[in-house]
Protein backbone atom coordinates (compact mmCIF):
# COMPACT_ATOMS: atom_id res chain seq x y z
CA UNK A 1 0.00 0.00 0.00
CA UNK A 2 1.98 3.04 1.29
CA UNK A 3 5.16 1.66 -0.26
CA UNK A 4 4.04 2.57 -3.34
CA UNK A 5 4.34 6.50 -4.95
CA UNK A 6 3.03 8.00 -8.19
CA UNK A 7 5.07 8.39 -11.22
CA UNK A 8 7.64 11.13 -11.49
CA UNK A 9 5.86 12.95 -14.13
CA UNK A 10 2.84 14.04 -11.19
CA UNK A 11 0.21 11.73 -13.04
CA UNK A 12 -1.07 9.25 -10.81
CA UNK A 13 0.06 5.86 -10.95
CA UNK A 14 -1.84 3.00 -10.72
CA UNK A 15 -0.37 0.88 -7.66
CA UNK A 16 -0.08 4.34 -6.19
CA UNK A 17 -1.91 4.32 -1.98
CA UNK A 18 -5.18 6.07 -2.31
CA UNK A 19 -6.29 8.21 0.38
CA UNK A 20 -9.62 9.33 1.28
CA UNK A 21 -10.17 12.08 4.28
CA UNK A 22 -12.88 14.27 4.99
CA UNK A 23 -12.82 17.91 6.35
CA UNK A 24 -9.74 17.93 4.77
CA UNK A 25 -10.25 22.08 3.19
CA UNK A 26 -8.15 23.46 6.83
CA UNK A 27 -6.58 22.53 9.50
CA UNK A 28 -5.19 19.30 9.93
CA UNK A 29 -6.97 17.87 6.57
CA UNK A 30 -5.63 20.12 4.87
CA UNK A 31 -1.48 19.70 6.32
CA UNK A 32 -2.40 15.67 5.62
CA UNK A 33 -3.53 16.25 2.07
CA UNK A 34 -0.36 17.72 1.39
CA UNK A 35 1.61 15.64 3.11
CA UNK A 36 0.39 12.52 1.76
CA UNK A 37 0.66 14.22 -2.22
CA UNK A 38 4.14 14.74 -1.46
CA UNK A 39 4.42 11.61 -0.77
CA UNK A 40 2.69 10.18 -3.79
CA UNK A 41 -0.33 9.31 -2.53
CA UNK A 42 -3.71 10.20 -4.65
CA UNK A 43 -6.20 11.63 -2.47
CA UNK A 44 -9.50 12.48 -1.90
CA UNK A 45 -10.75 15.03 0.43
CA UNK A 46 -14.31 16.41 1.15
CA UNK A 47 -14.98 19.73 2.66
CA UNK A 48 -18.36 22.35 3.25
CA UNK A 49 -16.64 25.33 1.91
CA UNK A 50 -15.57 25.44 -1.64
CA UNK A 51 -13.57 28.36 -1.63
CA UNK A 52 -11.36 25.88 0.72
CA UNK A 53 -11.61 23.37 -1.40
CA UNK A 54 -10.55 25.12 -4.22
CA UNK A 55 -7.63 27.10 -2.37
CA UNK A 56 -6.83 23.63 -1.57
CA UNK A 57 -6.65 21.79 -5.21
CA UNK A 58 -4.87 25.20 -6.50
CA UNK A 59 -1.70 24.73 -3.85
CA UNK A 60 -1.68 21.12 -4.86
CA UNK A 61 -1.32 22.00 -8.63
CA UNK A 62 0.95 24.67 -7.93
CA UNK A 63 2.97 21.30 -6.20
CA UNK A 64 3.03 19.04 -8.90
CA UNK A 65 -0.11 16.99 -7.74
CA UNK A 66 -1.38 16.50 -11.51
CA UNK A 67 -4.34 14.38 -11.33
CA UNK A 68 -3.90 12.87 -8.03
CA UNK A 69 -6.30 15.23 -5.75
CA UNK A 70 -10.06 14.67 -6.02
CA UNK A 71 -12.13 17.31 -3.67
CA UNK A 72 -15.88 17.17 -2.68
CA UNK A 73 -18.11 19.77 -1.01
CA UNK A 74 -20.91 18.39 1.29
CA UNK A 75 -21.29 17.47 4.36
CA UNK A 76 -19.37 14.80 6.28
CA UNK A 77 -22.73 13.75 7.97
CA UNK A 78 -24.93 13.51 5.32
CA UNK A 79 -24.76 9.92 3.93
CA UNK A 80 -25.47 10.57 0.38
CA UNK A 81 -22.48 13.11 0.14
CA UNK A 82 -20.23 10.58 1.84
CA UNK A 83 -21.32 7.19 0.00
CA UNK A 84 -21.36 9.30 -3.59
CA UNK A 85 -18.03 10.67 -2.85
CA UNK A 86 -16.13 7.14 -1.90
CA UNK A 87 -17.83 5.97 -4.87
CA UNK A 88 -16.25 8.36 -7.13
CA UNK A 89 -12.75 8.01 -5.83
CA UNK A 90 -12.93 4.65 -5.78
CA UNK A 91 -14.30 4.59 -9.89
CA UNK A 92 -11.67 7.62 -10.47
CA UNK A 93 -8.95 6.06 -8.87
CA UNK A 94 -9.50 2.24 -8.67
CA UNK A 95 -8.75 1.40 -5.28
CA UNK A 96 -8.74 2.92 -1.69
CA UNK A 97 -6.43 2.29 0.93
CA UNK A 98 -7.08 4.53 3.50
CA UNK A 99 -10.35 6.24 4.91
CA UNK A 100 -9.10 9.41 7.47
CA UNK A 101 -12.30 10.36 9.36
CA UNK A 102 -11.42 14.02 10.51
CA UNK A 103 -14.07 15.89 10.29
CA UNK A 104 -15.19 17.75 13.93
CA UNK A 105 -15.69 20.85 15.54
CA UNK A 106 -16.75 22.31 18.62
CA UNK A 107 -19.81 24.51 18.80
CA UNK A 108 -20.95 26.65 22.23
CA UNK A 109 -20.86 23.06 23.45
CA UNK A 110 -21.62 23.61 27.53
CA UNK A 111 -25.12 21.57 28.48
CA UNK A 112 -25.95 24.35 31.64
CA UNK A 113 -24.49 27.55 29.44
CA UNK A 114 -24.31 26.69 25.37
CA UNK A 115 -26.51 27.32 22.52
CA UNK A 116 -28.74 23.66 21.79
CA UNK A 117 -29.25 25.01 18.71
CA UNK A 118 -25.75 25.36 17.67
CA UNK A 119 -25.29 21.31 19.18
CA UNK A 120 -27.16 19.52 16.14
CA UNK A 121 -24.36 20.07 13.66
CA UNK A 122 -21.81 19.18 15.71
CA UNK A 123 -23.07 16.09 17.55
CA UNK A 124 -23.88 14.56 14.17
CA UNK A 125 -20.48 15.67 12.20
CA UNK A 126 -18.27 14.31 14.88
CA UNK A 127 -20.28 11.30 15.62
CA UNK A 128 -22.50 10.36 12.59
CA UNK A 129 -19.68 11.39 10.36
CA UNK A 130 -16.88 8.89 11.40
CA UNK A 131 -19.16 6.25 11.65
CA UNK A 132 -20.94 6.95 8.01
CA UNK A 133 -17.29 6.69 6.25
CA UNK A 134 -16.86 3.48 7.96
CA UNK A 135 -19.85 2.53 6.46
CA UNK A 136 -18.97 3.96 2.70
CA UNK A 137 -15.35 2.81 2.78
CA UNK A 138 -15.61 -0.67 4.21
CA UNK A 139 -16.88 -2.45 1.04
CA UNK A 140 -13.27 -0.95 -0.99
CA UNK A 141 -10.51 -1.16 2.04
CA UNK A 142 -11.76 -5.16 2.22
CA UNK A 143 -10.14 -5.22 -1.20
CA UNK A 144 -7.42 -3.21 -0.45
CA UNK A 145 -6.90 -4.70 3.00
CA UNK A 146 -6.77 -1.00 4.09
CA UNK A 147 -7.07 0.69 6.88
CA UNK A 148 -9.62 3.36 8.97
CA UNK A 149 -8.03 6.43 10.74
CA UNK A 150 -10.49 8.05 13.64
CA UNK A 151 -8.64 11.56 14.46
CA UNK A 152 -10.57 11.83 17.94
CA UNK A 153 -9.71 14.28 21.02
CA UNK A 154 -7.72 13.25 24.18
CA UNK A 155 -11.90 14.86 25.02
CA UNK A 156 -12.39 11.50 24.68
CA UNK A 157 -10.40 9.89 27.33
CA UNK A 158 -10.45 12.86 29.73
CA UNK A 159 -13.97 14.57 30.95
CA UNK A 160 -14.46 18.38 31.07
CA UNK A 161 -17.31 19.27 33.38
CA UNK A 162 -20.35 19.77 31.32
CA UNK A 163 -18.41 19.95 27.86
CA UNK A 164 -20.85 17.88 24.84
CA UNK A 165 -18.08 17.95 22.67
CA UNK A 166 -15.71 15.58 24.84
CA UNK A 167 -18.95 13.54 24.92
CA UNK A 168 -19.01 13.46 20.76
CA UNK A 169 -14.95 12.61 21.37
CA UNK A 170 -15.84 9.92 24.13
CA UNK A 171 -18.53 8.24 21.19
CA UNK A 172 -15.37 8.34 18.36
CA UNK A 173 -13.33 6.53 20.97
CA UNK A 174 -15.88 3.55 21.31
CA UNK A 175 -16.65 3.63 18.20
CA UNK A 176 -12.78 2.91 17.07
CA UNK A 177 -12.76 0.07 19.32
CA UNK A 178 -15.49 -1.45 18.17
CA UNK A 179 -14.84 -1.03 14.21
CA UNK A 180 -11.34 -1.94 15.37
CA UNK A 181 -13.15 -5.50 16.32
CA UNK A 182 -14.84 -5.80 13.04
CA UNK A 183 -12.57 -5.11 10.88
CA UNK A 184 -9.43 -6.98 12.21
CA UNK A 185 -11.24 -10.00 10.39
CA UNK A 186 -11.17 -8.93 7.26
CA UNK A 187 -7.58 -7.83 7.33
CA UNK A 188 -8.67 -4.20 7.69
CA UNK A 189 -6.98 -1.96 10.45
CA UNK A 190 -8.30 0.90 12.60
CA UNK A 191 -6.36 3.47 14.26
CA UNK A 192 -8.17 5.95 16.68
CA UNK A 193 -5.45 9.18 17.00
CA UNK A 194 -6.51 11.34 19.77
CA UNK A 195 -4.62 14.78 19.59
CA UNK A 196 -4.11 17.16 22.87
CA UNK A 197 -4.01 20.81 21.90
CA UNK A 198 -3.15 21.48 17.93
CA UNK A 199 -2.43 24.74 16.44
CA UNK A 200 -5.18 25.19 14.40
CA UNK A 201 -8.15 27.63 13.26
CA UNK A 202 -10.20 25.38 15.95
CA UNK A 203 -8.87 28.23 18.44
CA UNK A 204 -9.75 31.10 16.72
CA UNK A 205 -13.00 31.92 17.94
CA UNK A 206 -12.21 30.72 21.62
CA UNK A 207 -11.17 33.62 24.41
CA UNK A 208 -8.29 34.14 24.13
CA UNK A 209 -7.62 32.37 21.07
CA UNK A 210 -4.62 29.77 21.03
CA UNK A 211 -2.29 32.06 23.13
CA UNK A 212 -4.58 31.59 26.14
CA UNK A 213 -4.74 27.57 25.63
CA UNK A 214 -1.71 26.64 26.52
CA UNK A 215 1.55 24.82 24.69
CA UNK A 216 0.55 22.96 21.28
CA UNK A 217 1.79 20.95 19.13
CA UNK A 218 1.37 21.71 14.61
CA UNK A 219 -0.86 20.08 12.60
CA UNK A 220 2.59 19.26 10.91
CA UNK A 221 3.59 17.60 13.75
CA UNK A 222 0.24 15.65 14.49
CA UNK A 223 0.37 14.53 10.93
CA UNK A 224 3.69 12.91 11.43
CA UNK A 225 2.38 10.54 13.24
CA UNK A 226 -1.06 9.69 11.12
CA UNK A 227 1.56 9.31 8.30
CA UNK A 228 3.38 6.58 10.64
CA UNK A 229 0.11 4.63 11.37
CA UNK A 230 -0.92 4.37 8.00
CA UNK A 231 2.91 3.68 7.26
CA UNK A 232 2.71 0.54 9.30
CA UNK A 233 3.40 -2.78 6.98
CA UNK A 234 0.72 -5.20 6.03
CA UNK A 235 -0.60 -6.71 9.46
CA UNK A 236 0.53 -4.48 12.16
CA UNK A 237 -2.35 -3.02 13.62
CA UNK A 238 -1.61 0.20 15.70
CA UNK A 239 -4.90 1.07 17.13
CA UNK A 240 -4.46 4.25 19.84
CA UNK A 241 -2.17 6.75 19.38
CA UNK A 242 -2.69 9.39 22.20
CA UNK A 243 -0.48 12.93 20.92
CA UNK A 244 0.10 15.90 22.98
CA UNK A 245 2.18 18.74 23.39
CA UNK A 246 4.82 18.67 26.53
CA UNK A 247 3.26 20.94 28.79
CA UNK A 248 -0.31 19.40 28.83
CA UNK A 249 -1.00 17.95 32.09
CA UNK A 250 -5.15 16.70 30.91
Excluded: C
Aim: proline share 5%.
Amino acid sequence: MSEDIASTDGTPGTEAPVTFITGGSSGIGAQTVHRLLGLGHRVAATGRSAKKLAALAEAADEAGAGERLLTFEGDAADWEHVSASVEETVRGFGRLDHAIANAGYSADAHVETGDPEKWRGMVLTNVLGPALLVRAALPALKESQGRIVLVGSVAGFKNTPGNLYSMTKFAVTGLAENVRMLTTGYGVGTTLIAPGRVLTPFWDERPGGAAAAGPMISAEQLVDTLVWAISQPRGVDVNTLVVRPIGQAN
